[in-house]
T-cell receptor, first 113, second 114 residues
Framework: AQSVTQPDIHITVSEGASLELRCNYS??????LFWYVQSPGQGLQLLLK??????LVQGIKGFEAEFKRSQSSFNLRKPSVHWSDAAEYFC???????????FGAGTRLTVKP | EADIYQTPRYLVIGTGKKITLECSQT?????MYWYQQDPGMELHLIHY???????EKGDLSSESTVSRIRTEHFPLTLESARPSHTSQYLC?????????????FGEGSRLTVL
């Protein structure tokens, strides 16, 4: 079965600074990879997903992520963080014909003024 | 914007009470899910459904039960709540079979059992 590790529990960045959130997955075949964001008191919203093709994927709100098979990683990036980006971010991995999507434990992002 | 709704958003009840968490979606999705979310932990799948009259248990053992009598409705029931059931419960739906489809989440139901 697949699994996901998000090594950083909590990250603090200054507004306007760049951001990278790490995600490592474990799965024997080609994974389906996702990043979700959860604002306080809200459900999870999809930021972006990777199924195949170009390994650099663009998402909503100016986020992008890069799939690196050799490193089993799918890190999320944003060049300039806004205060409204403060939230919890979850990486998830799924698989073709598998009804189970595995989520990481999440990374909480704090944005300093 | 996703059209999936959960009620109640917040619930505080005493031990031994029966509770039902409601989840409805207006997107016509066949697949629906219940996840349990605790701080600092990964989301755990506790139930899912492929469609009407189909329900399956997820990877996390749960004393809750679910039903799927209508496509749009997927309630979760605890017959006798205990403090260990205190958690946030997230309902989700997806269009496609397998994990290829995006999950649409409700806003969650935060349950506290005293």
């Amino acid at each position: 079965a697949q699994s996901v590790t998000q090594p950083d529990i909590h990250i603090t960045v200054s507004e306007g600074a760049s951001l990278e959130l790490r995600c490592n997955y474990s799965y024997g075949a080609t994974p389906y990879l996702f990043w979700y964001v959860q604002s306080p008191g809200q459900g999870l919203q999809l930021l972006l997903k990777y199924f195949s093709g170009d390994t650099l994927v663009q998402g909503i709100k100016g986020f992008e992520a890069e799939f690196k098979r050799s490193q089993s990683s799918f890190n999320l990036r944003k060049p300039s963080v806004h205060w409204s980006d403060a939230a919890e971010y979850f990486c998830a991995v799924g698989a073709l014909n598998n009804n189970d999507m595995r989520f990481g434990a999440g990374t909480r992002l704090t944005v300093k003024p | 914007e996703a059209d999936i709704y959960q009620t109640p958003r917040y619930l505080v009840i005493g031990t031994g009470k029966k509770i039902t968490l409601e989840c409805s979606q207006t997107m016509g999705h066949d697949k629906m899910y219940w996840y349990q979310q605790d701080p600092g932990m990964e989301l755990h799948l506790i139930h899912y459904s492929y469609g009407v009259n189909s329900t399956e248990k997820g990877d996390l053992s749960s004393e809750s039960t679910v039903s799927r009598i209508r496509t749009e409705h997927f309630p979760l029931t605890l017959e006798s709540a205990r403090p260990s059931h205190t958690s946030q419960y997230l309902c989700a739906s997806s269009e496609r079979q397998g994990a290829g489809g995006e999950l649409f989440f409700g806003e969650g139901s935060r349950l506290t059992v005293l």
